[in-house]
């Protein structure tokens, strides 16, 4: 039973950056997965990047080679690095964990990447 807190998201010129983090009440090294999801209006929830408890990493290929997403355990913390964002990046992002074979989320961070 973890809390999971998402902050960063704002609002972005397209090829611009945020970092979004995500902090957990516990001690996210007991995690099997975490990740980063999204979801635009109208359309189903997505997995954007994750990270395997063993340290792997997971990227949705529409974020290749722009996103990159981290860890810190001491901190209990997962972040996201967005860069080069397109208006497509638009949409909640939500951080997601699942821990002892429950799922967790987040209350999600809004990402807006307009003109």
């Known amino acids: 039973q973890v809390q999971l807190v998402e902050s960063g998201g704002g609002l972005v010129q397209p090829g611009g950056s945020l970092r979004l983090s995500c902090a957990a009440s516990?001690?996210?090294?007991?995690?099997?997965?975490m990740g980063w999801h999204r979801q635009a209006p109208g359309k189903q929830r997505e997995l954007v990047a994750g990270?395997?408890?063993?340290?792997?990493?997971t990227y949705a290929d529409s974020v290749k080679g722009r996103f990159t997403v981290s860890r810190d355990n001491a901190k209990n913390a997962v972040f996201l690095q967005m860069n080069s964002l397109k208006p497509e990046d638009t949409g909640v992002y939500y951080c997601?964990?699942?821990?002892?074979?429950?799922?967790?989320w987040g209350q999600g961070t809004q990402v807006t990447v307009s003109p």
């Open positions: 516990g001690s996210i090294s007991g995690a099997s997965f």
């Open positions: 997601y964990a699942n821990w002892r074979s429950n799922g967790y």
């Open positions: 990270i395997i408890g063993g340290g792997s990493t």
